[in-house]
Nanobody, 122 residues
Framework: QVQLVESGGGLVQAGGSLRLSCAASERAFSRYVMGWFRQAPGKDREFVAAISWSGRSTVYADSAKGRFTISRDNGKNTVYLQMNSLKPEDTAVYSC???????????????WGQGTQVTVSS
């Protein structure tokens, strides 16, 4: 069982930045694909970004390209999501995920964190 704990969410003005972190309990962290999803109130869950076990391959949703950067530190069992130029429509609960495939499909990820709230004011 992999436990994922997110941090770094909060309230920020439009145009600002936040850096989310996700710490994993699993010692085999470096073998897993890691990613981020988000869900806004009344909306479906949405893929944001994913990163391969080595960190060499990344995938982004169109809404995240050019503004968000996913990265990982396998020595610290941690994955990050740097979010710049934030918009009010980025407001959501952001959840860290862990799986074996770099995919934008939620059902490809076996483990989910509790999520961290990101609120972007206009």
């Amino acid at each position: 069982q992999v436990q994922l704990v997110e941090s770094g969410g909060g309230l920020v003005q439009a145009g600002g930045s936040l850096r989310l972190s996700c710490a994993a309990s699993e010692r085999a962290f470096s073998r897993y694909v890691m990613g981020w999803f988000r869900q806004a109130p009344g909306k479906d869950r949405e893929f944001v970004a994913a990163i391969s076990w080595s960190g060499r391959s990344t995938v982004y949703a169109d809404s995240a390209k050019g503004r968000f950067t996913i990265s990982r530190d396998n020595g610290k069992n941690t994955v990050y999501l740097q979010m710049n130029s934030l918009k009010p429509e980025d407001t959501a609960v952001y959840s860290c995920v862990c799986g074996l495939d770099t995919s934008s499909s939620a059902d490809r990820y076996d483990y989910w964190g509790q999520g961290t709230q990101v609120t972007v004011s206009s």
